[in-house]
């Protein structure tokens, strides 16, 4: 009874966060979500960043229907953030940014970030590397020619800073990772 109870709750808690659209360093319930999660890190210079340690996120970055961990790390070398991002499919790990830059990037560490949540596949952004306004305004969507919209194939990484409007999506294409600057 207790366990119905809990897979009731998890299902009911879930649906309220998947309708609210706000799934950040959600934890879905997967059969393989604890192997993920106890996998330790597999580069001997980066550990899980201490601000982040509780937070993970789930996600479908490649788009073979199996959920992707994300977790931030930090390089104990130079102290650079980024990301460990395990493959749902068990066939590899990958570390992003902690030191190296991600085309479309010019930082080489996401310290500065202070959230991370889940971009939706199938959703449009304006890429402000490439869309910007004569003047150096944000143009809306809608201003935007179809061409220079980005459309997410997979879910993406969606990173913020709180106190200004910084903001950007890390997602895959091609089995090549990518940036694009929202704000």
Not at 41 to 62: S, V, W
Not at 149 to 163: F, K
Request: glycine share 8%.
């Amino acid at each position: 009874m207790r366990n119905f109870r809990i897979l009731l709750l998890t299902i009911f808690s879930l649906i309220i966060l998947s309708g609210c659209n706000q799934i950040e360093f959600a934890t879905r319930n997967t059969p393989y979500i604890n192997t993920l999660i106890e996998q330790s890190l597999a580069q001997p210079n980066l550990q899980i960043d201490p601000e982040f340690r509780a937070q993970k996120l789930l996600l479908d970055l490649d788009g073979d229907g199996a959920l992707d961990l994300v977790r931030v790390v930090k390089n104990t070398l130079n102290h650079k953030a980024g990301l460990e991002i395990i493959f749902g499919n068990y066939q590899r790990v990958e570390y992003l940014i902690a030191g190296k830059t991600l085309a479309g990037l010019s930082e080489d560490d996401l310290s500065g970030f202070q959230t991370y949540s889940i971009a939706p596949k199938h959703e449009k952004y304006v890429d402000l590397n490439v869309s910007i306004g004569e003047n150096g305004d944000i143009p809306a969507m809608e201003d935007v020619p179809v061409d220079e919209l980005v459309y997410l194939e997979h879910d993406g990484i969606d990173i913020g800073m709180l106190e200004s409007c910084g903001s950007g999506i890390i997602y895959m294409k091609n089995n090549k990772f990518h940036w694009i600057q929202t704000s």
